[in-house]
């Protein structure tokens, strides 16, 4: 049990730490990321305002994932509002692959940066869940006299 929570503590800092570097670097050179990041001149045109955009998103995603874990009370809704941008995200490129956009190739590129993170929410939001209900069942279960 103990290195299930020690693996979800290793996924919430992995969102915590890849969402707050993407906020960061989107924030402050957005041209940098661009050019930075593998694929991303593919995509489209550098368009500095959309990339900082994306990068707020990040930064709510990063915020979101650090206070829910040290916040037991509002987790769930903070990993899962979270998750699901990040779900989103990992669909919406799963669909450029599927409708011949992108080739088959950037999901495995992709995956560490985008899929990953999703996977990661969801596996810690279900656990998060798991937890409530459990810690919900003890404080309904009768003394032992």
């Known amino acids: 049990?103990?290195?299930?929570?020690?693996?979800?503590?290793?996924?919430v800092g992995f969102n915590v730490?890849?969402?707050?570097?993407?906020s960061m670097h989107m924030l402050y050179d957005p041209e940098g990321w661009y050019y930075f990041v593998p694929g991303v001149t593919d995509t489209g045109f550098y368009n500095q305002h959309f990339i900082r955009d994306i990068g707020i998103i990040q930064g709510f995603i990063?915020?979101?994932?650090?206070?829910?874990?040290?916040?037991?009370?509002?987790?769930?809704?903070?990993?899962?509002?979270?998750?699901?941008?990040?779900?989103?995200h990992a669909v919406f490129h799963l669909w450029e692959v599927a409708i011949g956009i992108c080739s088959a190739s950037v999901i495995v590129r992709d995956f560490p940066a985008v899929s990953l993170p999703a996977l990661f929410g969801i596996a810690t939001t279900i656990w998060a869940a798991s937890q409530a209900k459990d810690i919900a069942a003890s404080r309904k279960a009768p003394a032992i006299i």
Not at 1 to 11: E, N, P, R, V
Not at 17 to 22: N, Q, Y
């Open 1 to 11: 049990m103990q290195a299930l929570k020690y693996g979800i503590h290793a996924m």
């Open 62 to 88: 990063a915020l979101a994932f650090a206070i829910g874990a040290f916040k037991v009370e509002r987790r769930i809704e903070l990993w899962a509002a979270a998750t699901l941008w990040l779900i989103a």
């Open 17 to 22: 730490i890849l969402a707050g570097w993407l």
